[in-house]
C-alpha cells in the first residue's frame, strides 16, 4: 500500500530520481538548473504548479506527478494539466499509478480546478491502458512551436 501526498522539501532525492528515471523513459535530458528549479516551483506552489509523491510503505518515494492549475477559456473554472506522471518500475502494476490519477483529481478539485488533463505518447501503452479506464481519449492533436 501506498501513501500519497504534497511534495515537499524533503523530498529532493526520492523526487529527483523519479525525475530522472521519467527523463530516461522519454529519452529526454534537462540541464540540472532546470530541474532544480522544477523542483522548487513544484515545492512552492508557485505560477499554479504542484507535486505529488507516492511513498511505499518504508517511505521511499515509488511515483510522482507534477501539475499545473490554470486558467481556461472554454470554462469560468481553471483545469488541471497533469504535466507529469512517472511510477518506478518496481512499483508498477500495484495500482500506484491510478493511486496518482486519483489524487491528481482530487488536489485540482481543492484547487478550484474540477477537470484534469494530460497528453501521453502513443507508443507509450502501458499507461495508456490504465489511462483509458480513468478518462477518455481524445481526437485533438498536440502541436509545438
Not at 529519452?27 to 499554479?48: I, Q, Y
Not at 504548479?49 to 507516492?54: E, P, R, T
Not at 500495484?94 to 482530487?106: F, P, S, Y
Amino acid at each position: 500500500m501506498s501513501t500519497i501526498r504534497a511534495l515537499g522539501r524533503d523530498d529532493w532525492d526520492d523526487w529527483r530520481a523519479l525525475w530522472a528515471g521519467y527523463l530516461a523513459f522519454y529519452r529526454a535530458s534537462l540541464p540540472e538548473a532546470t530541474t532544480v528549479a522544477t523542483f522548487d516551483r513544484l515545492c512552492a506552489g508557485e505560477d499554479g504548479l504542484f507535486g505529488l509523491i507516492a511513498l511505499d510503505d518504508g517511505g521511499r518515494g515509488i511515483g510522482m506527478a507534477n501539475c499545473v492549475v490554470h486558467a481556461s477559456t472554454w470554462s469560468r473554472r481553471p483545469k488541471c494539466y497533469l504535466e507529469d506522471l512517472f511510477v518506478a518500475p518496481s512499483a508498477r502494476g500495484h495500482d500506484v499509478g491510478h493511486a496518482l490519477l486519483e489524487a491528481v483529481k482530487q488536489a485540482g478539485n481543492e484547487r478550484g480546478a474540477p477537470r484534469v488533463y494530460w497528453h501521453t505518447q502513443a507508443y507509450n501503452g502501458r499507461a495508456r491502458s490504465l489511462y483509458d479506464t480513468v478518462g477518455r481519449s481524445t481526437s485533438f492533436v498536440v502541436y509545438e512551436m
